[in-house]
C-alpha cells in the first residue's frame, strides 16, 4: 500500500484479555518495526523484523508480548493477559531494509493502534 | 549502548520567532545516522531529515535547518519564522547501522513545542 496501514486504531479491553494488533508495511519494504509510545512519553522499541525473521526482540517487556511477521509483509503484535500498564500507543513503521536502496534505513511509520485496559 | 538526549521537554513561543531544539546523543559506533521526526497532534510521525556520521554539513530546508556537530555530538533542529503549523512534538533519533541488526532508531523524549499566533 502507499503507507503504512494499522489496525484498529483504538482497542479498549479489560484487564486480563488478549489482544491482536495488525500492521501492513509499505509493500517491498523488508525491514519492520514495532514501537510502544506510552501517554507524554517518547518511543520505546519493542521488535524488529528483516523479512520474516526477528533478529532483534530485546524490547519486548516480558513474556505476554509476541510479534509475528508473515509473507514478508503483515505484521501481528500479540499482548496476552493484558494489564493497565500495556495502554499505550503501538506504532508500527518499516522501511527498504536492504543496503543500496537510497532511503533503506528510513523509518515511515503508521497511525497507531491505541490500545487502553481498564 | 546509544541514548538520544532531548532536554527541553516543552517550548512555547510566538509566530514568527526563530527556534532551535537541541539533541545530544551517544553512541559507541563509528558510523551512524541521526534523524528528527515530527509528530503533529494527528499523532503519525513525519520524517524531516536524516544525516550520516560522515557528513556533517549543515542542512537548509526551506525554514528548517540542522546544525550537526561531532566534536559536541549534537545535532540540533533550527526553525525560523515559526508558524502556528509547527506546533508537534519533534524527536531526535539515533540509528547504529543502515540496514540489519541494529538498524533501529533510539528515541529521544520529545520536545513539545507549541507556536502561538
Known amino acids: 500500500g502507499a503507507g503504512v496501514s494499522q489496525s484498529p486504531s483504538n482497542k479498549v479491553t479489560e484487564k486480563g484479555k488478549d489482544v491482536e494488533l495488525r500492521c501492513d508495511p509499505i509493500?517491498?519494504?523488508?525491514?519492520l518495526y514495532w514501537y510502544r509510545q506510552r501517554l507524554g512519553q517518547g518511543l520505546e522499541f519493542l521488535i524488529y523484523?528483516?523479512?520474516?525473521?526477528?533478529?532483534?526482540k530485546s524490547g519486548l517487556p516480558s513474556d505476554r508480548f509476541s510479534a509475528e511477521r508473515t509473507g514478508e509483509s503483515v505484521s501481528t503484535l500479540t499482548i496476552q493477559r493484558t494489564q493497565q500498564e500495556d495502554s499505550a500507543v503501538y506504532l508500527c513503521?518499516?522501511?527498504?531494509?536492504?543496503?543500496?536502496?537510497?532511503?533503506?534505513?528510513?523509518?515511515?511509520f503508521g497511525a497507531g493502534s491505541r490500545l487502553t485496559v481498564l | 549502548a546509544q541514548k538520544v538526549t532531548q532536554a527541553q521537554t516543552e517550548i512555547s513561543v510566538v509566530e514568527k520567532e526563530d527556534v532551535t531544539l537541541d539533541c545530544v546523543y551517544e553512541?559507541?559506533?563509528?558510523?551512524?545516522?541521526l534523524f528528527w521526526y515530527k509528530q503533529p497532534p494527528s499523532g503519525e510521525l513525519v520524517f524531516l531529515i536524516r544525516?550520516?556520521?560522515?557528513?556533517?554539513q549543515n542542512e537548509i530546508s526551506g525554514r528548517y535547518s540542522w546544525n550537526f556537530q561531532k566534536s559536541t555530538s549534537s545535532f540540533n533542529f533550527t526553525i525560523t519564522a515559526s508558524q502556528v503549523v509547527d506546533s508537534a512534538v519533534y524527536f531526535c533519533?539515533?540509528?547504529?547501522?543502515?540496514?540489519?541488526?541494529?538498524?533501529?532508531?533510539?528515541f529521544g523524549k520529545g520536545i513539545t513545542l507549541s507556536v502561538r499566533p
Open positions: 509493500s517491498g519494504h523488508t525491514a
Open positions: 544525516r550520516n556520521s560522515f557528513d556533517e
Open positions: 553512541t559507541r559506533d563509528t558510523t551512524y545516522y
Open positions: 513503521a518499516s522501511s527498504r531494509g536492504l543496503a543500496g536502496f537510497p532511503g533503506a534505513n528510513v523509518l515511515t
Open positions: 523484523f528483516q523479512g520474516n525473521s526477528a533478529p532483534d
Open positions: 533519533a539515533l540509528s547504529g547501522r543502515y540496514t540489519g541488526a541494529n538498524s533501529k532508531l533510539t
